[in-house]
Every structure is written in structure tokens, then in C-alpha cells.
């Protein structure tokens, strides 16, 4: 398998995702309860000015309109048949922007949780999760994704189905964890626990991290803890725009472009190696990221306390104590090594 991300990594040092895919398909015109992957085929301009909106604010990966691209996700939308077809056309999309970017843009194909419950919680084995997943790596795939990019899972079997999927159908993968709960994911994995979940498998992920969460800052607590597990590792964080607060039936972000650019700086600062924005993150928040990245020289390893400081606070009550805790007692190692 070709690696694209450890050759821009050795020409970059440190790669831009891109930001939002439905928070800026609803302000493009999605309608809640719609199915963003039928904009594949229903409004391909609209998919087509996603891309481009990112490519021109200097996104160096972007991702495929393609997060619920299973069978049984569409299948809500009566969809299960067009797996292909929607994830081939998703692919083909993105190709088309990034092959006229005039630099480099990886095209990572988006993959999604299916939704269900892996045996014994749920009804769906872990065979059957491979197969669908394969089912949509082999569409994105055929439509020109370099990369299967799996994200905002919880389940450490889910992970490694979409992983074995991947390597199945014969395209590299990276993939994000979702630590929503109490600093782990809802199926209870902790980041410093990432690195492990697709060992045995005959092909390693190109990277691996977290993506969307709770906020910026508890993305950045758990960044840290990834990246002192495994230092050498490409980490991937792709963390939401400051925090989500409901106004009447919408929601909205708090994060501005500047706390998405000290965002970055901080991450980069903490040892990521593919940093982007998730929910809420628009071309200007990107744009900003950009310019933050592109002016940034790296700086000393923050500490939690420093992040809550220029971020703002953690959402996550738990984690904040787990963490400050994890802070103090690296504190501790540290003294006791002098």
C-alpha cells in the first residue's frame, strides 16, 4: 500500500484536515433528518464547494462526504442498496477538487460508525461489521480515496473491523476515537489505549488519534495522553470549535478563529502530527488554523492547566480530574528521576 500522509508529513512536518462536514452542509442548505452522502448525488456542487472552501483555506487532507456511508446507516434512508454508488461518487467529488488544487491534497475517504452494537451488547457480529465496511471502502476506493479515515468511533472491535475492512479492499487507514465520556469513549477506551487497537492486524494505521468529543480542550487533555503513550506516533487530533450550546433548536459553537488557531498551536505543541477541526469548524476557522500552523515553531509540551488557561475550561468533569491527576503525577516521575 502507497503512504501519502508520511510523504507530505516528511515535506510539511505537521498536516491541516480539514473542518466541518455537516454542521457546513446545514448551513448550505441540508435539512435536518436528510442524509448528507444523498447530497452525492442530489447536489454535487454543493459537495463540490465543501471541498473546494477547504482546499482554498489550505486544508492538506480532506475528507469524503461519506461518514454514514454503510448499509446500515442508509438504510434509515432506504439507501442500503447504494452503498457503491454514494461512496464511489463521494470519492470521485473530493478527487476532482484536489487533483486541480496545484499542491498536494490527500483524499481520505470517510468512515464512519455503523450505528449498531457489536456481539454481546448488540445484534451485529464482528464479521458482519468487516463486511460492511468493506463495502463502503471498496466504493470509496474505486472513486480515488488514497486513505480509509476512520473516525469518531467508541468501540475498540468497530475500530479494528473498519481496519481489518481496509486492509481487505487494499487502501492504507487511519483511524479517531470519540472520548465523550468521562475522558474515554463511550465504550470505555482511553487514548492512551489508541495505539493498540489494531495490533495483529497485517497492516498498521498511517495514524491514529481523536475527533470530535466535547471541546477543544478536553481534545487537547486527551491528545496529551496519546502522545506520551506512543511519542513517536502519528496522532491525529480533529477537535470541535470550542464548545456546543443549544440557542432555541439550533446548535451553535463557541469557538472563534483565534481560540481555533491557538487551538492548533497547542496541539502541535503537544505532539500532533495531522491536526484539524471537527463540528462547528467553518473555512474561516480553517483558514485561521492555516496561518496559525504555517507562522507556529514549536514550543514546550503544554500542560493541562496551560490549556485550560488559553482554551478555556473542560466540559468533561471527569476527565479534568483523571487528567489533572495524570499531570501531577508525571510531575512526580519527573522529580523523582532528578
Avoid at 439507501?79 to 476532482?96: D, M, T
Avoid at 489508541?194 to 481523536?210: E, F, K, M, T, W
Avoid at 491536526?275 to 469548524?281: I, K, N, R, S
Wanted: proline letters at 4%.
Amino acid at each position: 500500500m502507497t503512504n501519502p500522509i508520511d510523504a507530505l508529513l516528511a515535506e510539511k512536518g505537521v498536516l491541516l484536515a480539514d473542518g466541518a462536514t455537516g454542521t457546513n452542509l446545514f448551513a448550505m442548505g441540508l435539512e435536518a433528518g436528510e442524509a448528507p452522502e444523498l447530497l452525492n448525488e442530489t447536489a454535487p456542487d454543493t459537495i463540490t464547494s465543501l471541498h473546494q472552501n477547504f482546499v482554498d483555506a489550505g486544508a492538506d487532507i480532506i475528507l469524503t462526504n461519506s461518514f454514514g456511508g454503510t448499509r446500515h446507516r442508509l438504510k434509515m434512508h432506504h439507501a442500503q442498496g447504494r452503498v457503491l454508488a454514494l461512496n464511489k461518487r463521494a470519492a470521485e467529488i473530493a478527487r476532482a477538487v484536489a487533483d486541480k488544487a496545484g499542491r498536494k491534497v490527500i483524499v481520505a475517504g470517510s468512515v464512519g460508525p455503523t450505528g449498531e452494537l457489536l456481539v454481546p451488547l448488540g445484534a451485529m457480529t464482528y464479521d458482519e461489521a468487516v463486511e460492511a465496511f468493506a463495502e463502503q471502502i471498496e466504493g470509496l476506493k474505486a472513486g480515488g480515496a488514497e486513505v480509509a479515515w476512520i473516525e469518531t468511533m467508541s468501540a475498540p472491535d468497530e475500530i479494528r473491523a473498519a481496519a481489518e475492512a481496509a486492509i481487505r479492499v487494499g487502501l492504507p487507514y487511519t483511524y479517531t476515537g470519540s472520548f465523550d465520556t468521562a475522558g474515554r469513549t463511550m465504550m470505555g477506551l482511553l487514548p492512551k489505549d489508541i495505539h493498540g487497537v489494531a495490533d495483529g492486524l497485517s497492516q498498521a494505521p498511517l495514524g491514529v488519534g481523536a475527533n470530535c468529543g466535547v471541546g477543544a480542550s478536553d481534545i487537547l487533555a486527551s491528545l496529551l495522553d496519546m502522545t506520551e503513550a506512543k511519542p513517536e506516533a502519528t496522532v491525529i487530533v480533529k477537535g470541535n470549535c470550542g464548545i456546543p450550546e443549544f440557542r432555541g433548536a439550533e446548535i451553535h459553537y463557541s469557538g472563534t478563529p483565534e481560540l481555533m488557531a491557538d487551538y492548533v498551536r497547542l496541539a502541535v505543541d503537544a505532539g500532533a502530527k495531522i491536526v484539524g477541526g471537527c463540528c462547528g469548524t467553518s473555512f474561516a476557522h480553517l483558514a485561521a488554523m492555516r496561518k496559525a500552523l504555517d507562522a507556529h515553531t514549536r514550543s514546550d509540551r503544554p500542560s493541562i492547566e496551560k490549556i485550560v488557561e488559553r482554551i478555556g475550561p473542560m466540559r468533561n468533569k471527569q476527565a479534568t480530574v483523571n487528567t489533572v491527576e495524570t499531570s501531577e503525577a508525571r510531575r512526580e516521575r519527573r522529580r523523582s528521576r532528578a
